[in-house]
């Protein structure tokens, strides 16, 4: 490191700070910058702090947005009577790119981890009732991750959320498309058994 | 890409713009970008600009530097009558990792690349040839690299220095420390062989 100039050294420094990049990659990045014309790293530059200080969180989903109110929440041809519940704003982005669901997100902000201290209160399960008893809800789609902390969290959200008179329904969990049965851990396939699917033929 | 607000996806296409990453790391980076504090991500920000801004060539090697003169230059300790002639900064970094070299280096800036273009005007050759006449160098240690640019640079240069009263030297090429003969090419091999060393035991 001390074979570069202190301009150089910061920036190695600063950009190894990022996750999965070693030193070596940062010093190979610092030497791209300085390659790089200077428009170009100054617009990197700017485009780091203005993801800072230009996404908020959507008041009506909490998920990333640059307004108040995010593009996904104000999009009125979407299925305002479906409402999923998700840990955070990563698994709705996730859930977009699927192109499987067009109804609206909710981002709980976590899960509920006793182990780490983090309770019902840490969550936005009052934020969800709220948004529940505005009363345009019909589904409530519980897709948490399927980790033990996911799991409880939903079997929590479903024990709350059943004296309101909604549908209720959790994400399909079983053998991943693509999945080799053989490579597939046991829980997963007790899971998937349990949650085998009538395919009969009706005629 | 559009499942995230703009400031996001700006941040997410100027990252991936960085060689070697992918936009999937991007989005990882810029996402961590954001959970991250204030504080950092605007050091990150900053040393990218004071890379490009501070960083600038010594004026006596060509090496980076934020100083006019860089740290090796301007260090008296190191051996004076030696200079390593190498193409480009970052073999400089590496010579110096190595801890092989205690002497002075100058920065030709590139290789002779007739296909690219790149006669020996292109080079810092006049530069050099006036760092030689100050009359301080006794050897002139010629590091390009030994791809056929790299070689044919050296050639050149051995051929317009030797009018000066100085050692010339080349690096010695061979099999790379670690390296399994099986694996080595023909050239490689060809090159050991002929610059192979007298290790006779001598009482």
């Known amino acids: ?8 050294r910061n920036a190695i420094r ?7 990049i070693g030193e070596k990659t940062a010093e190979r990045l610092a030497m791209h910058i300085l390659r790089t014309p200077r428009d170009e790293a100054e617009q990197l530059a700017r485009s780091i ?19 108040p109110v995010c593009s996904i929440c104000s999009n009125t041809g979407r299925d305002q009577r479906l409402l999923c519940v998700v ?3 990563a698994d709705m982005v996730s859930l977009e790119k699927s192109g499987a669901f067009n109804g609206l997100y909710f981002v709980l902000g976590g899960t509920l981890s006793p182990m780490d201290g983090i309770g019902p209160g840490d969550l936005r399960i009052r934020e969800l ?38 549908k209720l329904s959790r994400i399909a969990s079983g053998v991943p498309i693509g999945g080799d049965l ?4 046991q829980v997963t396939l007790r899971r998937a058994m349990e949650g085998r699917r009538d395919i009969t033929q009706r005629s």
Chains 1, 2 share one sequence.
Do not use: N
């Open 1 to 8: 490191m001390h074979y570069y100039p202190r301009s150089i």
């Open 14 to 20: 600063s950009i190894s700070r990022l996750p999965g």
């Open 49 to 67: 702090l203005e993801l800072k200080a230009k996404t908020l969180l959507c008041r009506r989903c909490f998920g990333l947005s640059d307004a």
């Open 87 to 89: 840990e955070q704003p």
């Open 129 to 166: 009732a709220t948004r529940i008893e505005e009363g345009k809800v019909r589904e409530i789609i519980l897709a948490t991750s399927t980790t033990v902390e996911g799991e409880s969290t939903a079997a929590y959200l479903s024990d709350t959320l059943k004296r309101y008179p909604l």
């Open 182 to 185: 053989k490579y597939v851990d």
